[in-house]
């Protein structure tokens, strides 16, 4: 399904689903990442959360996946299932999610740091963050997917990161993955053009090694091929005729 400009209804759908997002990623599950809370633990806590505030978690049996979020730790990049693995100081925790609420579908991911991070990975939560708002920041009626991810691309190649290649950004509404593919690299003007109304989920993953991924044998979850550790940050945003609203934000 190629994503379309939305109706005001359902952008209002759309903005209500990223507000329950964000109020679990960013209040609830946010204070618990701490030496010792389990994957479990917060996989249990954002299912209970968001049934509570009437929001569908859109992962739980997407394409088989067995869970209501992601949970991807240190070496794994994206597409984590939750287990009883505890979580230890110096880690750094990716959360993935993504809510339905009245038909409409948002997605978001954070990075995490787990106690006291050593500064490299301190830096590259820092600069993937800073990479996914530098794609944001590009948004407006009639841009093209070369130059978000182009803006993207800068800032992740100005520190030597690994760019995973094989996973991208989509549209994102009507379903979790709509067309077209949003990348994070490529040239300004090229790629596919968007227009004012039509809702993105731009989502760099960086590797602070090579960009090279393995797949884990349980079919979902991705690590650096390297052992490396790697970021993942990723908002749902409107595009608006000279700029953008993030809608995964309270």
């Not at 204070?31 to 954002?46: C, F, H, W």
Request: hydrophobic share 40%; with cysteine; proline share 5%.
């Amino acid at each position: 399904m190629v994503t379309r400009v939305k109706t005001a209804t359902e952008i209002q759908g759309m903005r209500e689903s990223g507000r329950m997002l964000a109020t679990i990623l960013d209040t609830i599950l946010r204070p618990m990442i701490t030496p010792g809370v389990s994957e479990r633990e917060l996989a249990d806590t954002a299912a209970r959360e968001l049934n509570a505030l009437g929001g569908h978690p859109t992962f739980k049996g997407y394409q088989g996946f067995p869970d209501v979020i992601c949970i991807s730790v240190n070496d794994k990049v994206v597409h984590g299932i939750p287990s009883n693995y505890v979580l230890q100081e110096g880690d750094i925790v990716s959360l993935d999610f993504g809510v339905t609420y009245r038909g409409m579908v948002t997605d978001s991911a954070r990075t995490f740091l787990v106690g006291d991070v050593e500064p490299r990975l301190r830096q590259l939560v820092r600069e993937t963050e800073k990479s996914l708002m530098a794609g944001i920041a590009v948004l407006h009626d009639g841009v093209s997917t070369g130059d978000i991810g182009e803006a993207v691309q800068r800032v992740l190649d100005s520190q030597r990161y690994g760019i995973v290649r094989d996973l991208v950004g989509h549209g994102v509404g009507h379903q979790l993955h709509e067309d077209p593919d949003i990348p994070n690299y490529g040239k300004a003007g090229t790629g596919p053009r968007l227009k004012a109304g039509m809702t993105i989920a731009i989502e760099p993953m960086a590797n602070l090694g090579t960009a090279n991924v393995v797949m884990d044998p349980d079919g979902w979850t991705i690590r650096t091929r390297d052992g490396n550790p790697s970021a993942h940050f990723e908002h749902t945003v409107l595009i608006l005729d000279d700029g953008s609203e993030i809608l995964t934000v309270i």
